[in-house]
């Protein structure tokens, strides 16, 4: 590959949490995502998406996003200095993450209707002006994410009992699985959370009534629902006891965990920054 596109994605702290644990009755980490350039994992893949799109000698690239996929191809196409098109869900995108598309320079369209339909119009916009589309449809999206698994194996030095993260689309669980692949050391107990709610939740990050990666990601994890007030009492204490303001939809492994109650060592991602929904506190 040429020139890789970075904005020093990747590399996150995996924390221990010793307040969660004791609340929870087992060994709670806390795998640190908002700590990526643009405040969320979706670095990881986009990286590598981006710096294949430079490569294949893309004119621009495209996506739909419920937000941190806008806002992370935001930032990785101005730093590969190609356009890029984002489709958003008319009125369902944080406030920060739409920020951060904006000022990148993205071009914004609203969809009237839901992230499915943004989804669709994302990829015949790819199809029809060779855009590459970089959704996680796209594998190089997945293949970068998965790098998340495998520092999770080396900062422990090796597997977890279990890992615990948000249900939106299913990119992400297919990540980790790829990644625990990877590494060669077997897989986790892998619990994917999902809210119950997935038309109307304030976790917008994981608003999506379809997910495009089920099949494969119901056969890689154990799904878990949790209501939205589970949600919300998880990401509060988050930040109380242990200091890590995420965002909503991140709570979901915390609040998994707290519901199915496994022994051992359990990885908690937080998948995402609490500043990018700064509305979703003045909701509380
Ligand atoms: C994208 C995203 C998710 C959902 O990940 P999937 O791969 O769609 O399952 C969860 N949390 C945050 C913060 C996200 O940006």
């Known amino acids: ?68 996929t806008a806002a992370s191809a935001a930032a990785y196409a101005a730093r590969a200095g190609l356009p890029a098109v984002v489709l958003l869900p008319a009125g369902a995108v944080a406030r920060g993450k739409l920020a951060q598309a904006v000022v990148a320079g993205a071009e914004l369209r609203e969809v009237e209707g839901s992230f499915e339909e943004a989804h ?41 009992d279990v890992l615990a993260l948000p249900y939106g689309g299913g990119g992400n669980t297919r990540a980790y699985e790829r990644g625990f692949d990877e590494a060669g050391a077997g897989r986790p107990r892998m619990l994917a959370v999902q809210s119950a709610s997935r038309a109307e939740t304030f976790a917008t990050a994981i608003r999506i009534v379809e997910p495009v990666h089920r099949e494969q990601a119901e056969a890689a994890a154990e799904v878990v629902t949790v209501s939205d007030g589970e949600l919300r009492e998880w990401w509060t204490a988050i930040a109380r006891l242990e200091g890590l303001f995420c965002e909503p939809a991140s709570a979901a492994g915390v609040a998994g965990v707290a519901q199915v109650r496994p022994d051992g060592r359990v990885v908690c991602v937080l998948t995402g920054h609490g500043l990018k929904d700064p509305d979703a506190v003045e909701r509380l």
């Open 1 to 68: 590959m040429g020139l890789a596109v970075t904005l020093g994605e990747g590399g996150t702290p995996l924390l221990e949490a010793p307040r969660l644990s004791e609340r929870l009755g087992c060994d709670v980490r806390l795998k640190w995502e908002g700590a990526n350039p643009t405040g969320s994992f979706k670095d990881r893949g986009m990286a590598l998406a981006v710096s294949r799109a430079v490569e294949q000698g893309a004119p621009g690239i495209v996506c739909a996003s419920t937000g941190n």
């Open 120 to 160: 669709l119009e994302a990829r015949r916009l790819a199809e029809e002006e060779g855009y590459v589309n970089v959704n996680s449809i796209n594998p190089d999206r997945i293949e970068g994410q998965a790098s998340a698994a495998r520092e999770i194996v080396e900062q422990l030095g090796g597997l977890p």
